[in-house]
């Protein structure tokens, strides 16, 4: 069975910091993708970063990077120079080819003026 | 670029009625669409898998004859609450996966809020 799993239920940062957020998984599968999608106050789901398993890079998105550990199964997400927008609830996600998506509990963050 | 729009984004019903929401992607096809149910604070519950001119899957506990979902063509898929009651009241929300891509990402409509009295 695929799981994931985000230990921090909430987290805050002071504008203009960094902040990490964690998330751990598992699957049998050697290739598939990772996601963090940010829920904003709106409740709108926004994509934010993606991962492919076999790609040994990390992504980088402006503000947001992955520390990728495969064989630790760790997909971190790093927010430099938090902004107040990016006050949020994040989920972690991992797609295997075929199958559904499976989420994080989720992670909320508040930036702090 | 992948757009996703849902239509009602709020709706207030009267316990036994249905209603019903659309999901449409905007700007891409979409063979496969997806609905979640989300209850607060809480993370997104897959409720069913709408696929383009077949029946939709759903997921362990979901009520097929309650919740039934039509996705007549690659960018519509609808989801209607049949005799609604007080439990069925959430947020509802609905993604598409774009059939032209192969990066797996879903994307998300703004959602529904349903209400029922």
């Known amino acids: 069975a695929q799981t994931v799993t985000q230990s921090q239920p909430e987290m805050s940062v002071q504008e203009a910091e960094t902040v990490t957020l964690s998330c751990t998984y598992d699957t049998s599968e050697s290739n598939y993708y990772l996601f963090w999608y940010k829920q904003p106050p709106s409740r709108q789901m926004i994509l934010v970063i993606r991962?492919?398993?076999?790609?040994?890079q990390n992504a980088t998105e402006n503000r947001f990077s992955v520390n990728f550990q495969k064989a630790a199964k760790s997909f971190s997400l790093k927010i430099s120079d938090s902004q107040l927008g990016d006050t949020a609830m994040y989920f972690c996600a991992l797609y295997n080819y075929g199958q559904n998506f499976v989420f994080g509990p989720g992670t909320r963050l508040s930036v702090l003026p | 670029g992948a757009v996703v729009s849902q239509h009602p984004s709020w709706v207030i019903c009267k316990s036994g009625t249905s209603v019903k929401i659309e999901c449409r992607s905007l700007?891409?096809?979409?063979?496969?669409m997806f609905w979640y149910r989300q209850f607060p604070k809480q993370s997104l519950m897959l409720m069913a898998t709408?696929?383009?001119?077949?029946?939709?899957?759903?997921e362990q506990g979901v009520e097929k004859d309650k919740f039934l979902i039509n996705h007549a063509s690659l960018t519509l898929s609808t989801l209607t609450v049949t005799s609604a009651h007080p439990e069925d009241s959430s947020f509802y929300i609905c993604?598409?996966?774009?059939?032209?891509?192969?990066?797996?990402?879903?994307?998300f409509g703004p959602g529904t809020r349903l209400t029922v009295l």
């Open positions: 700007d891409f096809q979409a063979t496969t």
């Open positions: 991962q492919e398993a076999y790609k040994q």
């Open positions: 993604s598409a996966r774009n059939s032209g891509t192969s990066g797996g990402e879903q994307f």
């Open positions: 709408s696929n383009e001119g077949s029946k939709a899957t759903y």
